[in-house]
């Protein structure tokens, strides 16, 4: 059975430009969430789709936005890139979208500005 | 504002050694505390800690937590160099569990 696959695994994109992260949950799963993590820090939460909807957003500037597909995959773009955008981007699937134990990782895609 | 804070935030020991890893919280209406092992990119599941008091055990690992005190501690016993790793505690924000807040992490090296 797979596991929550992200991709690129890596990508490098030059300031200003704009980036497109995409997720597959684990089938069966219709909860996608999204956590950036920048180096040396914890992982912190960006956005939640459950059932293609908006269930929570983290403090992070309009220039982040995510939706979800009805096979429950889902895409997090970010415009007008910036430096500090650099960071490990998470995906994690999970069936109800509660019970943070059930919660499955993807790998990450690894971000770097330049 | 939700806040998880661990500690130490880096520490290195040598195989054999048993570790001890901090996480303190403070979270409105809170239901759980979580910990997670982070090899390379994804964080794994390791426990979930909704009681006080009681210990969750999982081979050389073991989890307590103390919501009068407001903290949690991971032990790692006999120590090994697959241990090496960031360890994550987090807690869920809301009643649905949908976010979680995360402690900056652990960063744990063991040396052969």
């Known amino acids: 059975d797979a596991g929550v696959t992200q991709s690129p695994t890596h990508l490098i994109k030059t300031r200003g430009q704009q980036v497109t992260l995409r997720c597959s949950p684990i089938?069966?799963?219709?909860?996608v969430s999204w956590y950036q993590q920048v180096l040396g820090q914890g992982p912190q939460f960006i956005f939640q789709?459950?059932?293609?909807?908006?269930?929570g957003r983290g403090n992070f500037p309009d220039r982040f936005s995510a939706r979800q597909f009805p096979n429950y995959s889902s895409e997090l773009n970010v415009n007008a890139l910036l430096l500090g955008d650099s960071a490990l981007y998470l995906c994690?699937?999970?069936?109800?979208?509660?019970?943070?134990?059930?919660?499955?990782f993807g790998s990450g895609t690894r971000l770097t500005v330049v | 504002e939700d806040k998880v804070v661990q500690s130490p935030l880096s520490l290195v020991v040598h195989e054999g050694d048993t570790v001890t890893l901090n996480c303190s919280y403070e979270?409105?209406?809170?239901?759980?505390l979580l910990w997670y092992k982070q090899e390379k990119k994804a964080p794994t599941f390791l426990f979930m800690l909704?009681?006080?008091?009681i210990e969750k055990k999982s081979g050389r690992l073991s989890s307590i937590l103390d919501k009068k005190e407001l903290f949690s501690i991971l032990n790692i016993t006999a120590t090994q160099t697959g241990d090496s790793a960031i360890y994550l505690c987090?807690?869920?924000?809301?009643?649905?569990?949908?976010?979680?807040?995360f402690g900056e992490g652990t960063q744990l090296t063991v040396n052969p």
């Open positions: 909704t009681s006080s008091g």
């Open positions: 789709y459950y059932e293609k909807e908006e269930r």
């Open positions: 979270v409105t209406n809170f239901r759980s």
């Open positions: 089938s069966g799963h219709k909860s």
């Open positions: 994690a699937s999970s069936s109800t979208g509660t019970g943070p134990g059930g919660y499955t």
């Open positions: 987090a807690s869920p924000k809301e009643t649905s569990g949908s976010r979680l807040t």
